[in-house]
């Protein structure tokens, strides 16, 4: 699936090559109230239900409204390139809600919790792969097979390349 591609690209320090082009869409950042030099390990019950919800609130604002949950769902590998997604796509910009709740906290990522990494390790992983994320889904139209051409910056890279661990929300 080429979109498993293109989210490799954050994760994959060695990469390099900066982006120097902008997104219609600002990926708003997570805001964690949770103490930042906790180990992701080592946090309660509570203090992950409060990330999870920090991690939630960010993705819901940057990925929630019908446009781009819309398109990312349209360069799902069962649609991109398919001659029935621009048809989906349109219902589903129809049809959806004018913003939805987009988990942080899904079965694709439940092993973040056991990454040996700070909360502010993950956050800013977090932070740089989904702003990447967004930047490909707008860098091509919906339902296209076109590789975007996205590559992370140095910052994106650098908050990336100590934090080996799951950030993907979405199957």
Not at 32 to 44: E, I
Not at 98 to 122: E, H, L
Not at 137 to 159: H, K, N, Y
Request: hydrophobic content about 40%.
């Amino acid at each position: 699936m080429m979109m498993n591609r293109w989210i490799a690209i954050t994760y994959v320090a060695a990469l390099g090559c900066a982006d120097n082009g902008s997104s219609a869409t600002a990926f708003t950042p997570a805001r964690v109230t949770v103490d930042s030099s906790k180990m992701m390990s080592s946090l309660t019950a509570d203090e992950q239900t409060t990330l999870c919800t920090e991690l939630t609130q960010s993705l819901s604002a940057s990925f929630g409204s019908p446009e781009v949950s819309c398109e990312l769902g349209s360069h799902s590998g069962t649609r991109q390139g398919m001659a029935p997604c621009e048809s989906w796509y349109s219902d589903c910009v129809a049809s959806a809600p004018a913003m939805a709740t987009v988990s942080a906290c899904t079965a694709m990522n439940t092993d973040m919790f056991s990454c040996p990494i700070t909360v502010a390790q993950y956050t800013a992983c977090f932070n740089a792969t989904n702003a990447v994320l967004l930047r490909e889904i707008e860098a091509v139209p919906a339902c296209s097979a076109q590789d975007p051409g996205v590559q992370p910056t140095a910052d994106e890279m650098t908050a990336c390349a100590n934090a080996q661990c799951d950030y993907v929300w979405f199957d």
